[in-house]
């Protein structure tokens, strides 16, 4: 935040936005919804976020006060590593199931990719050239923003690596609670255990960053 606000104002700030709806009625319910500004990190079975964000999407494209809002979707990885795909045609086919015109859905889903960690700094670069321009993003999605920094393709100090992917989500985090644009991101499972139950592939670092935290 830019400056301190008082929990009143906070408050009442709260009270007038409305969050997002998740396309699960039981994990609105469970999670409250997605809430403006709030960092929300989800990791576990794969097919099922896919099919949870472009629900989330969807959810996220309802016109607003401020008219048809844009939604930026980034995707991160290593392509020789594991493929990270979109799945435009089920988007495409929810959109229109939702009611939305589709080319006109479709132009307000912006899509950024990354396939280094370097590159996922300069995705932050992107997003706020975008909302320079554009004051109406509703939702940032990231599907894997821990990925890189396992995945990152070239031979390069770990310790680097790590800072740059640190450095990418601690920036977005800031813009967006300042903006109060919600953030859903994806990681994949840890294959150690612990105490039976599987953590995420992460570090300490983004699992402080977080403000909800779910395993699916």
């Known amino acids: 935040m830019t400056e301190y606000v008082t929990g009143l104002q906070l408050l009442d700030q709260r009270v007038n936005e409305k969050p997002y709806s998740t396309g699960s009625p039981e994990l609105d319910q469970l999670i409250g ?31 607003n006060k401020q008219g048809k809002p ?24 929810l959109m229109e199931d939702s009611g ?20 996922q700094v300069l995705l932050v670069e992107g997003l706020i050239r975008l909302l ?15 990925k890189l920094a396992k995945d990152d393709p070239r031979i390069r100090s770990r310790h680097v690596v790590y800072e740059e992917v640190q ?34 592939e992460s570090s300490l670092f983004l699992r402080h960053c977080a403000n909800v935290i779910i395993y699916l």
Not at 48 to 63: G, N, S, Y
Not at 100 to 119: G, K
Not at 132 to 146: F, W
């Open 33 to 63: 919804g997605i809430q403006p500004g709030l960092f929300y990190f989800f990791y576990g079975h794969k097919e099922l976020m896919e099919i949870l964000f472009r629900h989330m999407t969807v959810q996220a494209l309802a016109e």
């Open 70 to 93: 844009i939604v930026v979707y980034m995707l991160l990885g290593n392509y020789r590593k594991e493929r990270t795909n979109l799945g435009l045609e089920e988007l495409a086919e």
């Open 100 to 119: 939305y015109h589709l080319w006109e859905a479709l132009q307000r889903v912006q899509i950024f990719t990354a396939s280094s960690a370097d590159q």
């Open 132 to 146: 320079m321009e554009e004051n109406n993003v509703s939702l940032v999605i990231v599907r894997g923003i821990y």
């Open 167 to 200: 450095q990418s989500i601690n920036s977005l985090r800031n813009i967006c609670a300042e903006r109060r644009i919600p953030i859903v991101a994806s990681g994949r499972d840890s294959s150690a255990k612990t105490k039976r139950k599987l953590m995420p």
